[in-house]
């Protein structure tokens, strides 16, 4: 069966979908400090619940988050490509990032 998410253009089949997911791990895995813990440390090298950490994190940052500050760091980003139109372009990704990543609860 192929996965897609409705706002990917393409499909993604069953081993690109491994692949993703398996990157995204990695690289949670170096955010979280795990490999820097003590020798014995029980999450040290492990995966285990490393990806409900990052959902518990994930949710109340996304809900906190001040969106005329984050419009305001979106288009100091854009104002390099010198366009009018950059306060109207931040407006609609983060619009696009919103719906995005709360899927059905956006």
């Known amino acids: 069966m192929v996965k897609t998410h409705r706002y990917l253009h393409y499909q993604m089949k069953p081993h690109q979908l491994d692949l993703q997911r398996t990157t995204m791990m990695e690289a ?22 490393l990806w409900q950490e990052f959902c518990s994190d994930i949710g109340p940052n996304f809900r906190d988050a001040d969106y005329a500050e984050l419009h305001a760091d979106v288009c100091q980003a854009m104002d390099d490509t010198g366009s009018i139109m950059t306060q109207k372009q931040a407006q609609q990704a983060i619009a696009i990032c919103r719906r995005y990543l709360l899927g059905k609860w956006a």
């Open 28 to 49: 949670l895995y170096a955010k979280s400090g795990r490999a820097a813990l003590p020798q014995g440390d029980p999450l040290r090298s492990t995966y285990t619940g």
